[in-house]
T-cell receptor, first 114, second 111 residues
Framework: NAGVTQTPKFRILKIGQSMTLQCTQD?????MYWYRQDPGMGLKLIYY???????DKGEVPNGYNVSRSTTEDFPLRLELAAPSQTSVYFC?????????????FGQGTRLTVV | RKEVEQDPGPFNVPEGATVAFNCTYS??????FFWYRQDCRKEPKLLMS???SGNEDGRFTAQLNRASQYISLLIRDSKLSDSATYLC????????????FGTGTRLLVSP
């Protein structure tokens, strides 16, 4: 059982470049999330989804976009990379029927924008 | 005021010590509460849920005080392997499962 899988694990982008962070889960979870974690800081919610075709903004959505065409996949798109987007990105998933809020995380993507 | 507040630490304790972490949350309508553990450069993992009646899992005890909006985690007989950052997490349940994370408390257990 793979759980939540993120790719890539590491990436260096130049300012202005675009990229997609991939996230897939095999637990049939309805809820999926993207967080970013800056050094020494807590996790900030970027976007979330309550099911296929439904997404909404979290607390720090600017500069990002998401889509949820299937239950399994929840990619995060950075359109014009900026140094302020240097961070560790975590994808997570949870099920409304599973301990009310327990989340399973991917291993993270470490992104550096130079 | 931050939604979930924790003392960032670090807490430096010797092996075998008992250590306690506290956390306060601002949303009185919050529904469920958790402690997650995060090792350096790794993803957060659920340590334990926190119930109003208090709950224990081996050397770990969690308590919730809804009236004071306060959550605690007690670790007894600390091990070197307990060194990590402990994240207080609150589910605000505003229409979906909105998990709000504290910034974490760093624990360093030394020999």
């Amino acid at each position: 059982n793979a759980g939540v899988t993120q790719t890539p694990k590491f990436r260096i982008l130049k300012i202005g470049q675009s990229m997609t962070l991939q996230c897939t889960q095999d637990m049939n979870h309805n809820y999926m999330y993207w967080y970013r974690q800056d050094p020494g800081m807590g996790l900030k919610l970027i976007y979330y989804s309550v099911g296929a075709g439904i997404t909404d903004k979290g607390e720090v959505p600017n500069g990002y976009n998401v889509s949820r065409s299937t239950t399994e996949d929840f990619p995060l798109r950075l359109e014009l990379a900026a140094p302020s987007q240097t961070s560790v990105y975590f994808c997570a998933s949870s099920s409304p029927g599973d301990s009310v809020g327990r989340a399973f995380f991917g291993q993270g993507t470490r992104l550096t924008v130079v | 005021r931050k939604e979930v507040e924790q003392d960032p630490g670090p807490f430096n304790v010797p092996e075998g010590a008992t250590v306690a972490f506290n956390c306060t949350y601002s949303n009185s309508a919050s529904q469920s509460f958790f402690w997650y553990r995060q090792d350096c450069r790794k993803e957060p993992k659920l340590l334990m849920s926190v119930y109003s009646s208090g709950n224990e899992d081996g050397r770990f005890t969690a308590q919730l005080n809804r009236a004071s909006q306060y959550i605690s985690l007690l670790i007894r007989d600390s091990k070197l392997s307990d060194s990590a950052t402990y994240l207080c997490v609150v589910n605000e349940r505003t229409g979906f499962q909105k998990l709000v994370f504290g910034t974490g408390t760093r624990l360093l257990v030394s020999p």
